[in-house]
């Protein structure tokens, strides 16, 4: 595995190996992460790239809407290219800030797609994260310039957001979704689990159990009642905890014909945690 850490020497290096699957990440990996570089080396020999898994580890301060996020955010580069390495990812793209955003070169914000900006969720919640979101990703993209893009299923609504941006900007590359990864007891992995106090991981639980309440639900409504009660037993007030249209995110079609997703975003202690589950209407 080859380590990069500038445009320069990754665009020799990319142009010696050819077409690859790229995994963007801020480093600060776990399972969840080994998981999508596995898919994306998959794909890679599936597909017959030969540039196989690029990953990026590069934490974009733009996406932060607090800078004290931003400072505390987990620097680990050692164990993030041990685990890249050992998960069988063949480069990785490690640039400082000034190589993914040159002095005194405009590095443009892209349009934002509606699930950007209309659902009121995490655009409600996080103004401007998904403007830096877009900004990096792109720019990401046209150093990398993957066949295919690994992103995983736990940021529902990035997930969204990327898949749209790059449909409208008619982008040549095609997203590709990683289900979310658990710890055994249920708690969706996450960079920021290292936070929580022993209780508060505990606590973190009721997010799980609230998306298992709201599969027994016969409408949206109901869903919704169902997963604050259970977070309200524990405590946990959710920023929000709805069910929406899976790829609008938009308050879900009256005719139940569209796939929806059921999705919660809340404050454990002192760490915001998000986690989604598909859900459908249970038949009564």
Same mark, same amino acid.
């Given at each position: ?26 480093? #600060? ?5 080994? =998981? ?7 794909? #890679? ?35 993030? #290219? ?116 022993? #209780? ?5 639980? =009721? ?24 977070? =309200? ?52």
């Amino acid at each position: 595995m080859r380590i990069t850490t500038t445009c320069d020497q990754l665009s020799t290096d990319l142009a010696k190996a050819g077409p690859c699957v790229f995994v963007p990440t801020m480093g #600060a990996l776990h399972a969840g992460h080994a =998981a999508l570089i596995r898919r994306g080396v998959e794909l #890679a020999r599936e597909r017959e790239l030969s540039g196989g898994c690029v990953v990026s580890i590069f934490v974009n301060p733009s996406q932060f809407n607090d800078p004290a996020d931003f400072a505390r955010y987990p620097k680990t580069f050692e164990a993030d #290219a041990a685990m890249c390495e050992a998960a069988g990812a063949s480069l990785v793209f490690a640039p400082g800030v000034d190589d993914v955003y040159p002095p005194g070169v405009e590095i443009a914000t892209p349009p934002l797609p509606a699930v950007a900006a209309g659902p009121g969720l995490e655009d409600a919640f996080r103004p401007g994260h998904f403007a830096g979101v877009c900004r990096v990703v792109k720019r990401l993209f046209e150093i990398v310039r993957p066949v295919a893009s690994v992103f995983g299923e736990k940021d529902w609504q990035q997930l969204q957001v990327i898949t749209a941006m790059v449909r409208n900007l008619s982008m040549p590359i095609e997203i590709i979704p990683g289900p979310t990864v658990r710890e055994d007891d249920g708690l969706a992995m996450s960079s920021r689990n290292r936070f929580l106090t022993p #209780a508060d991981r505990v606590r973190a639980l =009721a997010l799980r159990r609230a998306l298992h309440a709201a599969q027994s639900a016969s409408t949206p409504a109901d869903a919704q009642a169902a997963m604050t009660s259970v977070l =309200a037993a524990d405590s946990i007030v959710a920023d929000y905890a709805v069910v929406r249209d899976a790829q609008t995110l938009l308050a879900p079609d009256p005719s139940g014909a569209r796939p929806h997703r059921a999705l919660i975003t809340a404050r454990v202690g002192s760490v915001r945690l998000l986690d989604n589950a598909a859900w459908a209407p249970r038949s009564v």
